[in-house]
């Protein structure tokens, strides 16, 4: 077994402890040296070669700074890289093929954008060595010799891999690039397909708009135009789903699919299963314990390699990933989950005018307990939905009937900055302001939000240098904390992983249930949606000008709606009961079409 030692430098804090690592290892207490205190960086250091795994230090900080993992000897041949000593260190490489689309799927912090990084050239892979040096382009090609890798890394070494790389956190790009989408994109295109682009991803509307003023979605997919308009060898995109609805995601994938030069390497990051399914040719999962090792999976078939993950079990390298599979389940029919349930809020038939929008909402009801998923395009009434039954807005026709005065909301917007909070705030702080009892160890709050999100590990640091998923997660936790009567969240899985995606999923709806309040769940992860929803509202219409809000129905029969607006059909897979897209044209988009059954038969 090879040991590795990695120290989280960002939770370990000397001046806050005893240095207990260093004091109680055994190595170190019978003359030995395992670990030291480098006074110039002012952290301690693990050397693997002394060190015997005891596991001691683990234990003894009171950070959780330190994890120690005993790995197989037979994987250190395939060391790509490690941030230098006691750092994250990457096993293989997703190696991409010519002319076809590789996704890649995994847990975040298991160096899917390290990956990026070094098959861009950005990132030069240093096989592990942390003594300073570089090993030459010749000695990691000769290290491949006879692999699919070496081919590439020869053309890297070459300087013949030019990359275009569409960033996962694209928020961060009105920051640093000024203009309007026209001047940007007449500026980025090598291709001349640019006005094809904005064709295709529906931008002609915001043509001369600043990109400061975008939505997440219209930049997304602007983004995904610049990107595509490059003369590259390499496309990357990061996370190309977030914030855009299910119709646009769809547009995106065909986009990409079609626009991407023939001959060409592509690779896509995604969480989104549905999507990253449509959109790939293979796949390869990225595992190992986040923040501490990485390993890159052998290549699967798109199907065999999503349910592999699901699964968590990948048969090529007769390796476990996950004790508990991930499963897919279709939710009962309504009138046999939902009768029984106490209702909450009712409203008639609705109208609400907004200074030239309008909102036309069927009758419908919300029950106690329950988690109401909604889909439908950005801007197109659903927060105006919510404030009219809150009581927030008097609608123009219609009336609500609901408990006395005004209902509480607790609300998670689609986009969160860390202006939100204040940048300047440490987690713990900003979960302080919305719910002390979070705080409280061993409090109901306290396991569902703070231990089962993750987030214990994030209290001490400020809100201005948490990752997107980090906000993410603490933004969704905030809402949660909470003490409300409607709880509104917009696209809580922008930014995290499959399974972080699930565990939030699992707080809502459990939060939800034990309040007996309601959760209104704006998501466009139709898996995700497929998890937690127990009916569906579709919205309708044209954003920003008319809104339809549809009674809500159950799960079958509101997709199935909502697919049908789309044109688009999805099937389940008999193993995983995840939700498929069906290619458009093939032989079960036009059988379930003609059957009406657009969301599974
Ligand atoms: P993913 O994209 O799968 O979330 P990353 O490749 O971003 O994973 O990061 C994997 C781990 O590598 C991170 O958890 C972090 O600990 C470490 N890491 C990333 N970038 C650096 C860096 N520049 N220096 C040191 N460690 C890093
Ligand atoms: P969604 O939640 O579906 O994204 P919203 O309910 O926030 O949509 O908004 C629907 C439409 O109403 C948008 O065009 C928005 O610009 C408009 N709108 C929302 N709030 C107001 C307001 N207070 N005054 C005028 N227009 C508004
Ligand atoms: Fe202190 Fe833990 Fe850092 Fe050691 S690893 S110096 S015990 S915080
Ligand atoms: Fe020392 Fe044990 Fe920690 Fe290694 S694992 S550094 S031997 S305490």
């Known amino acids: 077994m090879a040991r590795i030692a990695v120290i989280d430098y960002e939770l370990c804090k000397p001046s806050k402890c005893h240095r207990e690592c260093i004091a109680f290892c055994p190595v170190n207490l019978t003359g030995g040296k395992a670990i030291e205190f480098d006074e110039a960086r002012r952290k301690p250091v693990i050397y693997e070669e002394t060190c015997v795994g005891c596991g001691i230090c683990v234990k003894k900080c009171p950070f959780k700074a330190i994890s120690i993992v005993n790995l197989p000897d037979e994987l250190e041949k395939s060391v790509i890289h490690r941030y230098g000593r006691n750092g994250f260190k990457l096993y293989g490489l997703p190696v991409p093929r010519e002319g076809r689309i590789l996704g890649i799927i995994g847990k975040n912090g298991t160096g899917k954008s390290t990956a990026l990084r070094i098959l861009s050239g950005e990132l030069r892979p240093n096989l592990g060595q942390v003594d300073g040096t570089t090993p030459s382009w010749d000695e990691v090609i000769r290290r491949f010799r006879g692999t699919e890798l070496q081919n590439y890394f020869k053309k890297l070494a070459e300087g013949s891999i030019k990359a275009a790389h569409k960033i996962q956190y694209i928020d961060l790009v009105p920051r640093r690039v000024k203009g309007t989408v026209r001047q940007l994109l007449e500026k980025a295109d090598e291709r001349g397909i640019w006005r094809e682009l904005v064709k295709e991803l529906g931008l002609e509307k915001v043509l001369d708009r600043d990109i400061r003023q975008l939505s997440g979605g219209e930049l997304q997919r602007f983004m995904v135009a610049a990107v595509l308009s490059k003369d590259a060898t390499l496309y990357l995109f990061d996370e190309p789903s977030s914030y855009l609805d299910v119709r646009e995601r769809v547009r995106v994938a065909r986009t990409i699919r079609s626009y991407a030069p023939n001959n060409s390497y592509l690779v896509v990051v995604e969480h989104d299963i549905a999507m990253l399914d449509y959109l790939s040719d293979y796949v390869v999962i990225m595992y190992g314990e986040p923040g501490v090792y990485g390993i890159a999976s052998k290549p699967y078939g798109v199907r065999a390699g999503i349910n592999h993950f699901l699964r968590g079990y990948l048969p090529a390298e007769n390796m476990r990933i996950r004790s508990e599979p991930i499963r897919y389940t279709i939710t009962a029919t309504p009138s046999e989950t939902t009768l029984s349930l106490k209702t909450y809020i009712s409203w008639s038939k609705l109208t609400v005018s907004l200074n030239g929008f309008q909102l ?30 809150a009581g927030e807005l008097k609608p123009t026709e219609g009336s609500v009937s609901k408990p ?37 160890p061993g409090s109901w709050l306290n396991v569902e939000i703070l231990r089962r999100m993750r987030l214990d590990r994030l209290l001490d640091r400020r809100v201005g240098e948490l990752s997107g998923g980090e906000l993410q997660k603490l933004a969704v936790a905030v809402a949660l904390a909470r003490e409300a009567d409607i709880y509104l969240l917009d696209e809580p899985s922008a930014y995290l992983d499959v399974e972080e995606r699930l565990a939030v999923a699992k707080i809502i709806k459990r939060l939800t249930e034990a309040r007996g309040a309601a959760a209104i769940v704006v998501e466009h992860d139709i898996a995700v949606q497929d998890y937690i929803a127990s009916r569906i509202m579709v919205f309708t219409g044209t954003p920003g000008v008319e809104g339809h809000a549809h009674q809500p129905a159950s799960l079958f029969d509101g997709m199935n709606t909502f697919l049908k607006e789309l044109g688009i059909t999805i099937r389940k897979d008999p193993e995983t009961g995840r939700p498929r897209i069906n290619k458009e044209g093939s032989f079960l988009d036009r059988l379930q079409k003609r059957l009406g059954k657009y969301y599974y038969i």
């Open 404 to 440: 006395a005065g005004t209902l509480k909301v607790s609300y998670k917007p689609q986009y969160v900055s860390p202006s939100l909070f204040g940048e300047d705030k440490t987690v713990e702080e900003v979960l302080a302001e919305a719910n002390k009892s979070v705080l409280a």
């Open 360 to 389: 036309r909402v069927e009758e419908g009801e919300l029950h106690e307990g329950e988690v109401l998923g909604v889909v439908g395009p950005n801007g197109i009434g659903k927060t105006t939905f919510v404030r009219v039954l």
